[in-house]
């Protein structure tokens, strides 16, 4: 009886290989391009803290194989690279020196590069054309990155009046489990000019991709949301967790032009 089931189960799985891949459309190649609306959820921000997000636009370039496994089902992995960040600003307000209040506004634009490999399944609703459905979920490796940020110094004391400007300064991104100590610091530029610091970002991100399509002949286009899953705030440079959890959020439009495959 042991033989016979395994036997069964041997015959069910053969027979469901040769189904699907006697359904199968092809396998083909497609350049990819397109472009990221990026923004970051940030939670446990500490109080005082007036914190405002803004998106970036970046690029997404690379590739995509497209594998049909039935009349309307496709596997599409792709490998990209693929632009995220988001621009922060942080507003504090100090009144440890009535009547006379001191702001001071911190803006910081944060750009993450990663080379990211979305595996996504593509239903069809017309079989080889029509409207498009796909879901998945996507490994990213941090690659690099730039950033820059500025302080503006507000105060109605006469006494500080001096101080009322704007100061930027670049950031440096890296990637790692413990944020740089930053202990040595340069400034490149005159006046106005602050130290070049360095921000660290956990490498790996996971998360899930969604969205809907259409493809027309080679010609595919979607647009969809990219949902982050992993926390790439790193530990303080102590090694010690903060309370601060980041997570990507990122609008996608991309398009395929397919070549002829199999």
């Not at 600003?89 to 993450?112: F, H, Q």
């Amino acid at each position: 009886m042991k033989h016979f089931s395994s036997a069964l189960l041997l015959t069910a799985l053969v027979t469901a290989g040769t189904t699907i891949s006697s359904r199968a459309q092809s396998v083909q190649f497609s350049p990819r391009l397109g472009l990221n609306v990026s923004s970051v959820s940030i939670t446990g921000v500490p109080s005082g803290f007036n914190l405002k997000n803004k998106s970036l636009v970046g690029v997404q370039a690379g590739g995509t194989l497209s594998i049909g496994l039935t009349e309307k089902l496709s596997f599409q992995p792709s490998l990209l690279f693929s632009q995220k960040g988001v621009e922060s600003e942080v507003s504090l307000r100090d009144y440890s020196d009535l009547p006379y209040v001191n702001t001071a506004t911190i803006t910081t634009t944060t750009k993450l590069n990663y080379l990211e490999l979305p595996l996504n399944m593509v239903y069809t609703l017309g079989g080889a054309e029509g409207f498009q459905l796909f879901a998945g979920p996507y490994v990213a490796a941090g690659v690099g990155g730039s950033g820059s940020y500025s302080v503006e110094f507000n105060s109605t004391n006469p006494r500080l009046a001096y101080l009322n400007n704007r100061y930027s300064g670049s950031l440096i991104v890296e990637y790692g489990d413990r944020q740089s100590t930053n202990n040595n610091l340069s400034v490149n530029g005159g006046g106005g000019s602050l130290p070049t610091i360095t921000t660290t970002a956990r490498r790996i991100d996971l998360g899930l991709n969604a969205g809907v399509g259409y493809r027309v002949g080679p010609f595919q286009a979607h647009l969809g949301y990219g949902l982050g899953l992993t926390d790439f705030e790193p530990n303080d440079s102590n090694g010690n967790a903060t309370d601060t959890q980041s997570h990507h959020r990122v609008f996608q439009l991309s398009a395929n032009y397919f070549l002829s495959g199999k």
